[in-house]
C-alpha cells in the first residue's frame, strides 16, 4: 500500500534562518506531488507541484522554493525564513495521470518563525 | 479556473443532531468534486468524492453529499452527527482534464463542532 511521510512534525525557527522540509512516497512511482499550506480561517493554499523529477511549478510568488531530486521525493526550502512563512504545511500525492483521482495528504509540519 | 465557497466557516451542532456543510462551486468545465476531512494536528483525509454517474455520494462514516449543477453545489449532510465528527472539513474542486494535472482548489473549510 502506499504511504507518505513528511517531517519534521513541529519547527520552530527564527526569521532569516534557512528551511528544509522533505517528504517521501513509498509504494507508487511516478507520482504527482503537491506542497500545500494552510493558514487559520483561509483554507490551503498550493504552493508548489510537481509532475516529475527536476519539474516544479511554482504557484505563487513567495520566498519558498520546491525540489524533487527523486521519483518520491520533494522538498520544501528556504534561504531566509520570514515571519509570514509561519503555518501548517501540508505535502500531497496522487497517482499520475488521473486527473480525478483523489490526494492523499501527509500528516503536515507546522511550522513556527519567530 | 475554478474556485470553492464554503459558506459556513464554524458550525457548532448537539449530538444526533442532523447536519449540512454547505459547498458552492464555479467553473467553466466540468469537475470532480470532493470532501475531506481534517483532525487537529493532522493531514487531510479523503471523505468522499464525485466523479460522474449518480449524484449521491456516500462514505462509510454515515455523510452524503449531492451534486447539483443547476445550483453548482455540493454539500455535505450527516443524519445524525457523533462527537468524533468534530473536524473541520474542506470542499475541493478540480477542472476534469485539460492541463491543471490535477490541481485541487480547496474553500476556506467548516469548523464542525459537536457538543454532547
Known amino acids: 500500500s502506499q504511504t507518505i511521510h513528511q517531517w519534521p512534525a513541529t519547527l520552530v525557527q527564527p526569521v532569516g534562518s534557512p528551511l528544509s522540509l522533505e517528504c517521501t512516497v513509498e509504494?507508487?512511482?511516478?507520482?504527482?506531488l503537491y506542497w500545500y499550506r494552510q493558514a487559520a480561517g483561509r483554507g490551503l493554499q498550493l504552493l508548489f507541484y510537481?509532475?516529475?523529477?527536476?519539474?516544479i511549478s511554482s504557484e505563487v510568488p513567495q520566498n519558498l522554493s520546491a525540489s524533487r531530486p527523486q521519483d518520491r521525493q520533494f522538498i520544501l526550502s528556504s534561504k531566509k525564513l520570514l515571519l509570514s512563512d509561519s503555518g501548517f504545511y501540508l505535502c500531497?500525492?496522487?497517482?499520475?495521470?488521473?486527473?480525478?483521482?483523489?490526494?492523499?495528504f501527509g500528516n503536515g509540519t507546522r511550522l513556527t518563525v519567530t | 479556473a475554478q474556485s470553492v465557497t464554503q459558506l459556513d466557516s464554524q458550525v457548532p451542532v448537539f449530538e444526533e443532531a442532523p447536519v449540512e456543510l454547505r459547498c458552492n462551486y464555479s467553473s467553466s468545465v466540468s469537475v470532480y468534486l470532493f470532501w475531506y476531512v481534517q483532525y487537529p494536528n493532522q493531514g487531510l483525509q479523503l471523505l468522499l468524492k464525485y466523479l460522474s454517474g449518480s449524484t449521491l455520494v456516500e462514505s462509510i462514516n454515515g455523510f452524503e453529499a449531492e451534486f447539483n449543477k443547476s445550483q453548482t453545489s455540493f454539500h455535505l449532510r450527516k443524519p445524525s452527527v457523533h462527537i468524533s465528527d468534530t473536524a473541520e472539513y474542506f470542499c475541493?474542486?478540480?477542472?476534469?482534464?485539460?492541463?491543471?494535472?490535477?490541481?485541487?482548489?480547496f474553500g476556506q473549510g467548516t469548523i464542525l463542532t459537536v457538543h454532547p
Open positions: 509504494g507508487t512511482s511516478n507520482p504527482n
Open positions: 475541493a474542486v478540480t477542472g476534469a482534464g485539460g492541463t491543471s494535472y490535477g490541481k485541487l482548489t
Open positions: 500531497a500525492w496522487r497517482d499520475s495521470p488521473s486527473y480525478n483521482s483523489p490526494l492523499h
Open positions: 510537481s509532475v516529475g523529477i527536476g519539474q
